[in-house]
């Protein structure tokens, strides 16, 4: 079993930057691929983003990219975030969660059904 810890969140104003970092504990964190999924007031979780096991290939939403990257340092057992240029509708809890499908498919990617491991998220808000 993983257990996830997101950390990192915070308060920020539109245009600036934040990174979160998601921590685990009880299994290598390198024998997964690992997705980023946010989640608004009264909207369904949203896929942001998914990297491979060994950070070799990344995959984001429309709606991020070219602002979010993610990374991974598997010695530290660490996924990051990095966030830039936040606007207000980047307001969500943000999570991070495990990949636990054999294959990759763009659909799979984006479906909260193939992660079976979640943090517990981290609330960023955007002022404007």
């Known amino acids: 079993q993983v257990q996830l810890v997101e950390s990192g969140g915070g308060v920020v104003q539109a245009g600036n930057s934040l990174r979160l970092s998601c921590a685990a504990s009880g299994r290598t964190l390198s024998s997964y691929p690992v997705g980023w999924f946010r989640q608004a007031p009264g909207k369904e979780r949203e896929f942001v983003g998914h990297?491979?096991?060994?950070?070799?290939?990344?995959y984001y939403a429309d709606s991020v990219k070219g602002r979010f990257t993610i990374s991974r340092d598997n010695e530290k057992n660490t996924v990051y975030l990095q966030m830039n240029t936040l606007m207000p509708e980047d307001t969500a809890v943000y999570y991070c969660a495990t990949y636990w499908q054999s294959g990759s498919s763009y659909r799979s990617r984006i479906s909260p059904s193939s992660y079976d491991y979640w943090g517990q998220g981290a609330q960023v808000t955007v002022s404007s």
């Open positions: 990297i491979s096991r060994f950070g070799g290939n990344t």
